[in-house]
């Protein structure tokens, strides 16, 4: 095996940046909708910016997991 990382720091704050440019995308097209009155529509993509913000936010939420429930002779 070769010590190459399949998901790198970079890569992963690169992901995280385009699922927060995907949510505030999102955020402007429910502010959008509801503006017009397309409340149906605003749901949907209000559903979307929420699923998006999650997935945002695992990456920072395991490293304090992980953090949090190693032993303190690995801190």
Do not use: D
Not at 9 to 35: D, K, M, P
Not at 40 to 49: K, T
């Amino acid at each position: 095996m070769n010590n190459r990382q399949f998901l790198t720091r970079r890569s992963i704050h690169l992901c995280r940046l385009i699922l927060l440019t995907l949510a505030i995308y999102s955020g402007c097209e429910v502010l959008i909708e509801l503006w017009h009155n397309e409340h149906s529509a605003a749901r949907s993509n209000l559903a979307a910016m929420i699923m998006l913000l999650f997935f945002w936010s695992l990456e920072p939420l395991t490293n304090s997991l992980q953090k949090s429930s190693s032993s303190p002779e690995q801190r």
